[in-house]
Structures are given as structure tokens and as C-alpha cells.
């Protein structure tokens, strides 16, 4: 069975359970899951596996409105620092901003793979892990 590697990126501490509890549920593959509070912990984690690329992840879910680090300043720092991960992995925001300046700032950044607006259910992450399996078997 293939197995993938997630980074979920959220300061809510509900949203971190669920959101996890949703990953591990999927069916398809085996998942191994790390969570960070915020874009600094994720950040300072990818800084410390930079040298083992094996060990970045297949999927990251990330929120933008959190403190010390938004997702937006994490993005920046993984595409300025030349990440090559990113070009690879699927990403995904997960926020619960609707508003047209952070949806369609995704436009900015070629290699995210979309954006999800908050409250999002088990179904929703599943077909974000099924865009990222069939994204790896290409």
C-alpha cells in the first residue's frame, strides 16, 4: 500500500484534531501525519530536514491567519529559500478567509494546488488526498 507524508499547518487546536482525525481516515494509503501550530514551527521543522528531502511532505495543508507566522509568510520563505519540495508536493490553503485578496493570491505562487475555505469536512480532505495520490503516480 503507498504511503504519504502530511504536514497540516493550523493554529485552531479543534481544526488540528479534526483535520487529522479526517487524514488518518482515509482508506487508499498509509499516512503519516505531522501537525505545527503555526508557520514558524513548520518553518523552523523544514529548515532542520532541508539536507533529507525524503522527509518533506507529499501534502501540506496549510491555514494563513495564525499567529508568529501566517501561512502567507510561510509560503514566501518555502519559495524565496528555493524549496524545491514545494514544485513537487500538493498544497493546499485551508483558511477560513473568503475574501479576493487571499483567495486569489494564489495565482501568485505556481505551485499551489488550491484553496478551501473553512469549515471543510472529511470528504473534502479525502478528495485533497486522492489530488495528491494521483499526483504522486504521475
Same mark, same amino acid.
Given at each position: &500500500?503507498?504511503?504519504?507524508? !502530511? +504536514? @497540516? !499547518?493550523?493554529?485552531? =487546536?479543534?481544526?488540528?484534531? @479534526? ?29 532542520? =530536514? ?11 495543508? @496549510?491555514?494563513?491567519? &495564525?499567529?508568529? &507566522?501566517?501561512?502567507? $509568510?510561510?509560503? $514566501?520563505?518555502?519559495? !524565496? *529559500? ?13 483558511? /477560513?478567509? /473568503? ?10 505562487? $505556481?505551485?499551489?494546488?488550491?484553496? &478551501?475555505?473553512?469549515? #471543510? *469536512? ?5 478528495? #485533497? @488526498?486522492?489530488? +495528491? ?6
Amino acid at each position: &500500500m503507498k504511503s504519504i507524508r !502530511v +504536514t @497540516l !499547518v493550523e493554529d485552531n =487546536i479543534l481544526h488540528r484534531f @479534526l483535520y487529522s482525525n479526517f487524514i488518518k481516515s482515509y482508506p487508499s494509503c498509509t499516512i503519516e501525519i505531522e501537525t505545527f501550530e503555526n508557520g514558524l514551527e513548520a518553518w523552523e521543522h523544514f529548515n532542520s =530536514i532541508k539536507d533529507r528531502p525524503s522527509l518533506f511532505p507529499d501534502l501540506l495543508l @496549510l491555514d494563513l491567519n &495564525m499567529p508568529i &507566522m501566517n501561512g502567507w $509568510e510561510l509560503v $514566501e520563505n518555502l519559495a !524565496v *529559500n528555493q524549496f524545491d519540495f514545494i514544485y513537487k508536493s500538493t498544497i493546499y490553503i485551508i483558511s /477560513s478567509s /473568503s475574501i479576493s485578496l487571499d483567495t486569489n493570491k494564489i495565482y501568485d505562487y $505556481e505551485f499551489l494546488d488550491g484553496y &478551501m475555505i473553512k469549515p #471543510i *469536512n472529511r470528504q473534502d480532505i479525502h478528495k #485533497i @488526498l486522492d489530488h +495528491t495520490l494521483g499526483k504522486n503516480n504521475n
